[in-house]
């Protein structure tokens, strides 16, 4: 799961819908990345860290928490 990028969304109030339409895949690609059943790809975090995250690092925002 991507935690940290998750809670950078609710602080800046970014939709999953919003981050569906920047990189032009559907909600429920998004929603299946963020909890960790498909990754991003290096593209999509670049374009999702450069767009919506500029002042994070992609090390930080896409850290993935493993499974206990």
Do not use: C
Request: aromatic letters at 8%; a negative charge; proline letters at 1%.
């Amino acid at each position: 799961m991507y935690d940290n990028l998750k809670a950078e969304m609710g602080k800046k109030g970014i939709s999953i819908d919003a981050m569906a339409r920047l990189l032009g895949v559907h909600r429920n690609t998004i929603q299946n990345k963020l909890e960790g059943e498909s990754e991003f790809t290096i593209g999509q975090a670049e374009i999702i860290s450069e767009t919506m995250f500029p002042e994070f690092t992609i090390k930080y925002l896409f850290h993935r928490k493993e499974a206990a």
